[in-house]
C-alpha cells in the first residue's frame, strides 16, 4: 500500500508541473515557449516537427501527407519519451502533448490503439492546457507545415475536444505580442 501510495503521489506531482502548449499549426507556440525558455522555464520541443525534419532527410515516407499510420506510431513514441525525459520535479512547458497525438489520428481517420489509449491514461500533464486559437495575420505555411487555414482551423477544434475528452481544462491564449502571451500563460498557471 505504501508502494502505491508513493507512486500516486510522483504522479501527482507530474501531474501538476508538466503544462503543454498546443494549438493548430502556425500559431505561435514554438515562439510562445523561447519566450518561456529566456525566462528560464525547461521547454520540451515538439516531437511532430522533428519527425518530418528527419523523414525528410532520410527520405523517409513517416510524414503527415504520406504514411499517415507510420507518422502517427513515431509521434507518440516521441512524445511519450520526451515526457519520461523530463525532469519531474521542475515545471516543464511542453510543445504539444500525447493528445495531439489523438487530435491528428481523429483528424486522418486513424483506428485509435490500444497504444495511444494506454499513453492518453498513463503520462497525464497539469489538467490546465493551454491552447493558441488560429491567428490569421501570423499564419504561414512552409515545407513542414502544409496545412490550409481552413485545416489549420478544424485542427484547433479537433484538438480542443481530443483534450477535453480526456479531463483537461483548455485555456485559450489570446493573440497578442509574444511576452503578452507568456505573461498571460504564467499568471494563469499562479507562476507569476
Request: glycine share 8%; charged share 20%.
Amino acid at each position: 500500500m505504501q508502494f502505491l501510495t508513493l507512486f500516486l503521489t510522483t504522479l501527482f506531482m507530474v501531474h501538476h508541473n508538466f503544462y503543454v502548449i498546443t494549438g493548430g499549426p502556425g500559431v505561435g507556440k514554438t515562439t510562445l515557449l523561447h519566450e518561456l525558455e529566456k525566462r528560464n522555464y525547461r521547454c520540451m520541443p515538439e516531437a511532430a516537427r522533428r519527425i518530418i525534419q528527419e523523414q525528410m532527410a532520410q527520405n523517409g515516407d513517416a510524414l503527415p501527407w504520406e504514411n499517415k499510420a507510420r507518422y502517427a506510431e513515431l509521434m507518440l513514441e516521441g512524445s511519450v519519451n520526451l515526457y519520461k525525459q523530463a525532469d519531474q520535479g521542475t515545471v516543464t512547458f511542453f510543445d504539444r502533448g500525447i493528445p495531439d497525438v489523438l487530435a491528428y489520428v481523429r483528424l486522418t481517420g486513424l483506428p485509435l490503439t490500444e497504444t495511444l489509449t494506454d499513453a492518453l491514461t498513463s503520462f497525464r500533464y497539469h489538467p490546465l492546457v493551454f491552447i493558441l486559437p488560429p491567428w490569421k495575420e501570423i499564419y504561414a505555411t512552409d515545407s513542414e507545415r502544409k496545412q490550409t487555414w481552413e485545416e489549420a482551423v478544424a485542427t484547433f477544434e479537433v484538438m480542443k475536444e481530443a483534450y477535453t475528452g480526456y479531463g483537461y481544462t483548455i485555456v485559450e491564449v489570446p493573440p497578442m505580442e509574444v511576452g503578452g502571451r507568456a505573461d498571460f500563460v504564467l499568471q494563469t498557471a499562479g507562476l507569476r
